[in-house]
């Protein structure tokens, strides 16, 4: 049986839900980011206790098929950019499409009916996110984080850092190692 979660976005997430499927007794096949499979079905009160449980942790059991459908796609978009070790070189529609096996077009519009803002939007939101990762962690450059998530050139990415941030990404990187001295100073 799956379960889908609302807001499981990070491996801190997964260590809480297989917690709280222990607790509960339940047995689970896979938990990935978005979603459990577990082996056995679950009654009704534990699926309430479950999702007692994981509210307190910021965490929501999902039931509605737009909901669900919403977080697979957020789910694909955040382990794309976030978690693998290489941002796919194919366009992020056909990625998004073929990993959940719908038309991109009919994905589009339920994600801009639910959340407000297109699909393109949130994945330049955790583009973004993950440039200002790599930018604090200074081990690759500008150019190289450009290339690395397949940005047309650097200036697009820093037009694009710039038009989130209110930054640059340069402004950025000096922002957080004087950060970095002052804590230091502590």
Same mark, same amino acid.
């Given at each position: 049986? $799956?379960?889908?979660?609302?807001?499981?976005?990070?491996?801190?997430? $997964?260590?809480?839900?297989?917690?709280?499927? $222990?607790?509960?007794?339940?047995?689970?096949?896979?938990?990935?980011?978005?979603?459990?499979?577990?082996?056995?079905?679950?009654?009704?009160?534990?699926?309430?206790? %479950? !999702?007692? !449980?994981?509210?307190?942790?910021? %965490?929501?059991?999902?039931?509605?098929?737009?909901?669900?459908? &919403?977080?697979?796609?957020?789910?694909?978009?955040?382990?794309? &950019?976030?978690?693998?070790?290489? *941002?796919?070189? *194919? @366009?992020?529609?056909?990625?998004?499409?073929?990993?959940?096996?719908?038309?991109?077009?009919? %994905?589009? !519009?339920?994600? +801009?009916?639910?959340?407000?803002?297109?699909?393109?939007?949130?994945?330049?939101?955790?583009?973004?996110?993950?440039?200002?990762?790599?930018?604090?962690?200074?081990?690759? @450059?500008?150019?190289?984080?450009?290339?690395?998530?397949?940005? +047309? +050139?650097?200036?697009?990415? +820093? @037009?694009?850092?710039?038009?989130?941030?209110?930054?640059?990404?340069?402004?950025? $990187?000096?922002?957080?190692?004087?950060?970095?001295? !002052?804590?230091?100073?502590?």
């Amino acid at each position: 049986m $799956k379960l889908y979660i609302k807001y499981m976005v990070s491996l801190r997430c $997964k260590m809480v839900v297989r917690e709280e499927l $222990k607790k509960l007794g339940l047995h689970y096949v896979i938990v990935t980011l978005g979603m459990v499979e577990i082996l056995e079905d679950i009654t009704e009160e534990q699926k309430r206790q %479950l !999702n007692e !449980n994981l509210r307190k942790s910021g %965490l929501e059991l999902l039931d509605d098929k737009k909901s669900i459908l &919403i977080e697979k796609i957020k789910s694909v978009i955040v382990e794309m &950019i976030h978690y693998a070790d290489e *941002v796919p070189r *194919v @366009n992020y529609s056909e990625y998004i499409s073929d990993k959940l096996g719908y038309n991109y077009t009919y %994905l589009a !519009n339920t994600f +801009s009916e639910v959340k407000g803002i297109t699909i393109q939007q949130y994945i330049i939101k955790h583009k973004i996110e993950k440039v200002k990762e790599l930018l604090l962690y200074d081990e690759l @450059n500008i150019t190289e984080i450009s290339y690395r998530l397949h940005y +047309s +050139s650097v200036a697009h990415l +820093s @037009n694009q850092f710039k038009k989130v941030t209110g930054l640059s990404p340069t402004f950025y $990187k000096k922002l957080g190692q004087r950060r970095k001295k !002052n804590l230091e100073d502590l």
